[in-house]
C-alpha cells in the first residue's frame, strides 16, 4: 500500500477534456502557484509497474457498471452486457496503472470535473489508496455560479439536508430572478412557433439519459421513457394537464413518445417555450433531480422530487418513491403549504454561502481554496 508521505504539497487538476484544461489553465494563471499542475489523461501514456501489485485494493465493478449503464443509454445498441463488462474491465485497469503514475508520491490534492464518470471513478480509486484530497467542481446550481466541493456533487455535495440549519440561517442576499437560457444543440426542436400552454399544467422537465444524475441517482425511473410512462399513468388518473420539454443537450430521439403524447387530451410537449417561461407559468414542477428542481423554488414552485436530490429536504419539496405516493401527492398539490421563508433561506445560502459566482474572481477563489491548509501560498 502506498505511505503518505509528509513532504507532499502538489495539486493536480485533472483535464478529461480540452475544455477542463483550458479551465485550469486560468485558475492558474489567477494565482501562479509553482506546486500547482496541469495533467490531460489524454495525452498521459506513462504506466506504473507498482501498480499492478495494487490491483487487490481497488474496486471497478461501480466504474464499469456506470459505463455500461451510460452506453445503453447513448446507443440502445444490443452488445450483450457481458461483452461490455470485460471490455471496460480492461479499459479500467489500463487507465488505472496510467492515473496511478501521474499521481505520484509528491501529490497532495486533485481537482476534477463531476467525479461520477468512468475514467473519474477510476481516478478516484486511485486517490483513495495514496490519500490524495480530491475536490470537485461542476456548473453552478443556481444563474452564473460553480460548484466547488470538497465531498461530492449534486447528490454527493456538503449542502446540510437538516432543516433545522436552514430555519435558522439568514442572509440579505437578493436571489436571481433570471434564469440562463438552455440552448438546445443543433435542433430546430426548440425554436419556432409556441404553441399555447394550457392554462392550468404541472411542468415535468426532461434530464440527459446518459447523466449521472439519472444513472447513479435514480432508482425507480431509470430513463426518459420510463418518466413518460409515470406521468402518462398519472395523467389517466388526474384532472392535470402535464406539459414536458426535452433537454436540449440531450442526444436521444423520442419521436415515439410525441405519437403516444398525441394520443393523451392532457399530456403535451412544449420544447419552443424557456424553461423560465414552463417553471413561472405552472402550478408545480415534478423532477427526477434536476437542477431545475432547484431554479423552481426560485419562483416558489411546488417541487416533487422522484430520485436523490440534495435538495430533497422535508419543508422544501415533496418526495415520491413510487407512483402511488406521487399520484397522492398530485391530488393535493393546491392545497399543500409552501414556506417560502424557509425555501428562501436554502436558496440564500446555495447562493451566498455555498456556490462561487461566475466572474473575474471565480479563478482566484477556486486557487484560494485549493491551497488552504497546504504547504504552499499564493504567490503575492
Known amino acids: 500500500?502506498?505511505?503518505s508521505s509528509n513532504h507532499r504539497d502538489n495539486i493536480v487538476l485533472l483535464a478529461f477534456r480540452k475544455s477542463h484544461r483550458v479551465f485550469f489553465e486560468k485558475i492558474i494563471a489567477s494565482c501562479e502557484a509553482k506546486n500547482i499542475k496541469i495533467v490531460s489523461t489524454k495525452?498521459?501514456?506513462?504506466?506504473?509497474?507498482?501498480?499492478f501489485s495494487q490491483f487487490k485494493?481497488?474496486?471497478?465493478?461501480?466504474?464499469?457498471d456506470f459505463a455500461i449503464d451510460e452506453f445503453y443509454a447513448k446507443t440502445n445498441l444490443g452488445i450483450p452486457n457481458i461483452l461490455l463488462k470485460t471490455y471496460f474491465k480492461t479499459f479500467a485497469y489500463i487507465n488505472f496503472l496510467r492515473y496511478?503514475?501521474?499521481?505520484?508520491?509528491?501529490?497532495?490534492?486533485?481537482?476534477l470535473w463531476n467525479g461520477g464518470k468512468f475514467r473519474q471513478r477510476i481516478a478516484?480509486?486511485?486517490a483513495k489508496l495514496k490519500e490524495?484530497?480530491?475536490?470537485y467542481f461542476e456548473n453552478g446550481l443556481l444563474p452564473n455560479t460553480i460548484v466547488f466541493d470538497d465531498k461530492g456533487i449534486n447528490y454527493e455535495n456538503s449542502v446540510p439536508r437538516e432543516l433545522s440549519f436552514f430555519k435558522k440561517f439568514s442572509s440579505n442576499?437578493?436571489?436571481?430572478?433570471?434564469?440562463?437560457?438552455r440552448v438546445g444543440k443543433g435542433s430546430q426542436k426548440f425554436v419556432g412557433d409556441k404553441e399555447s400552454l394550457p392554462e392550468r399544467y404541472i411542468f415535468v422537465p426532461f434530464q440527459v439519459d446518459y447523466d449521472t444524475q439519472v444513472i447513479s441517482h435514480s432508482h425507480w425511473i431509470k430513463n426518459m421513457r420510463m418518466l413518460f410512462d409515470v406521468i402518462e399513468k398519472l395523467a389517466q388518473n388526474s384532472e392535470y394537464t402535464f406539459v414536458l420539454k426535452e433537454h436540449p443537450s440531450s442526444g436521444v430521439e423520442y419521436s415515439d413518445l410525441y405519437t403516444r403524447a398525441d394520443q393523451l387530451s392532457n399530456v403535451s410537449f412544449h420544447n419552443t417555450y424557456s424553461t423560465q417561461e414552463l417553471i413561472e407559468n405552472s402550478l408545480a414542477v415534478i423532477t427526477i433531480n434536476s437542477t431545475v428542481g432547484i431554479e423552481s423554488l426560485l419562483f416558489h414552485k411546488k417541487v416533487i422530487v422522484l430520485g436523490d436530490a440534495f435538495y430533497n429536504i422535508e419543508g422544501i419539496t415533496y418526495e415520491a418513491r413510487d407512483q402511488k405516493t406521487l399520484?397522492?401527492?398530485?391530488?393535493?398539490?393546491?392545497?399543500l403549504k409552501l414556506d417560502t421563508k424557509l425555501i428562501d433561506n436554502f436558496l440564500k445560502y446555495l447562493y451566498n454561502d455555498y456556490l462561487i459566482p461566475k466572474n473575474d474572481k471565480m479563478y482566484m477563489i477556486m486557487c484560494q481554496k485549493l491551497l488552504q491548509n497546504n504547504s504552499a501560498e499564493v504567490k503575492k
Open 132 to 135: 490524495i484530497k480530491v475536490f
Open 173 to 181: 442576499v437578493d436571489l436571481p430572478k433570471e434564469l440562463v437560457p
Open 100 to 111: 496511478y503514475a501521474v499521481l505520484d508520491e509528491q501529490c497532495e490534492k486533485i481537482l
Open 57 to 64: 485494493y481497488i474496486n471497478t465493478d461501480n466504474a464499469c
Open 124 to 126: 478516484l480509486e486511485v
Open 43 to 51: 495525452s498521459s501514456w506513462l504506466v506504473s509497474l507498482q501498480a
Open 327 to 335: 399520484l397522492e401527492i398530485i391530488d393535493t398539490i393546491e392545497v
Open 1 to 3: 500500500m502506498f505511505t
